[in-house]
């Protein structure tokens, strides 16, 4: 028979254009966020993070908005170089007895076309 | 620098086989944690250790253990190899502090189960 495989998200830009990667989370509870990129045959390497106390975060190039009423995170890359193709993840951290463990999402594929 | 290594990178085995996966941090973080990737369901993790002597099982931690006797090391251990075992493993740690729980990984463990 046909088997069927899961496929990640994908986004598809232009080198210099900017990008916006979401993810939806679980947990109503979860009180901190953080985004990882994986670049491939590498393991995730930190970004940026967010606590549930603040809806915008500003990095280098990198911006993080947090929407608790919709249970809604995004990360928006600026000028986008093909040095940022990777798979994205999000995570979230439960805190309270799960305090360290992080549920990620199952990522998004970021493909920057030169 | 302060860094979290895995040993082996590529493993191949043969089902029944005993495997273990070693994971060393210099970070003098308390938090360990394995996760296995595979394509469809992400990082899921396997087991963690919030500190020597202490272990918990994660969401997928049968046919694994881990031990932790001393801060740096958390060995992963398959006690009897199976096909469904083939997987990308990964050791992160962490240490919480000020509301801020950033795992840091390692480059990663291919493991074959023929």
């Known amino acids: 028979g046909e088997s069927v495989g899961l496929h990640l998200p994908t986004l598809s830009v232009q080198e210099g254009d900017n990008s916006i990667i979401n993810c939806a989370y679980s947990n109503s509870a979860s009180d901190y966020f953080i985004w990882y990129k994986q670049e491939s045959g590498k393991g995730p390497q930190f970004i940026i993070d967010i606590r549930s106390n603040m809806d915008k975060r500003q990095g280098q190039r990198v911006t993080v908005l947090l929407n608790k009423t919709v249970k809604h995170l995004s990360l928006q890359i600026a000028a986008t170089q093909p040095g940022d193709s990777a798979v994205y993840f999000c995570?979230?951290?439960?805190?309270?007895?799960?305090?360290?463990?992080?549920?990620f999402g199952q990522g998004t594929i970021l493909t920057v076309h030169p | 620098d302060a860094e979290i290594t895995q040993s082996p990178r590529h493993k191949i085995t043969e089902t029944g086989r005993q495997v273990t996966l070693a994971c060393h941090q210099t970070?003098?973080?308390?938090?360990m944690f394995w996760y296995r990737q595979d394509l469809g369901h992400g990082l899921r993790l396997i087991h963690y250790?919030?500190?020597?002597?202490?272990?918990n099982k994660g969401e997928v931690s049968d046919g694994y253990s881990v031990s932790r006797s001393n801060t740096e090391d958390l060995p992963l251990t398959l006690e009897s190899a199976a096909s469904s075992q083939t997987s990308v493993y990964f050791c992160?740690?962490?240490?919480?502090?000020?509301?801020?729980?950033?795992?840091?990984f390692g480059a990663g463990t291919r493991l074959s189960v023929l």
């Open positions: 995570a979230e951290n439960l805190g309270g007895t799960s305090y360290g463990k992080l549920t």
């Open positions: 970070w003098n973080h308390n938090n």
């Open positions: 992160a740690s962490s240490e919480y502090t000020g509301g801020k729980n950033i795992q840091y």
């Open positions: 250790s919030y500190g020597v002597h202490d272990t």
